[in-house]
Nanobody, 124 residues
Framework: QVQLVESGGGLVQAGGSLRLSCVAS????????MGWFRQAPGKEREFVAAITWNGGSTYYKDSVKGRFTISRDNAKKTLYLQMNSLKSEDTAVYYC?????????????????WGQGTQVTVSS
């Protein structure tokens, strides 16, 4: 089992940057595929990005490609999401999630463990 704690959210102006972190507990972090999701008010939780267990492959929602970068440090048991050129439509609660299945699947229901979320607000 793994527990996940996100941090790094906040209020930023459009065009600005934020870096989210997700620290994991447990000994098996390096075996999990990790993902970032977000949920805006009144909307369903949506896939943002994912990274394979060794960081060898990454996947992104089309609207964040070229602006967001997902990465991980298995020695530190930490997942990151660097967000640049932020837009008002990026405003949401951001969640990190862990999946025991090594295949990338964009459905939130496929992930096994979730953090509590961190709020990102982008002002225009």
């Amino acid at each position: 089992q793994v527990q996940l704690v996100e941090s790094g959210g906040g209020l930023v102006q459009a065009g600005g940057s934020l870096r989210l972190s997700c620290v994991a507990s447990g000994r098996t972090f390096s075996t999990y595929l990790m993902g970032w999701f977000r949920q805006a008010p009144g909307k369903e939780r949506e896939f943002v990005a994912a990274i394979t267990w060794n960081g060898g492959s990454t996947y992104y929602k089309d609207s964040v490609k070229g602006r967001f970068t997902i990465s991980r440090d298995n020695a530190k048991k930490t997942l990151y999401l660097q967000m640049n050129s932020l837009k008002s439509e990026d405003t949401a609660v951001y969640y990190c999630a862990a999946d025991r299945n090594p295949l990338v699947r964009p459905a939130a229901s496929e992930y096994d463990y979730w953090g509590q979320g961190t709020q990102v607000t982008v002002s225009s």
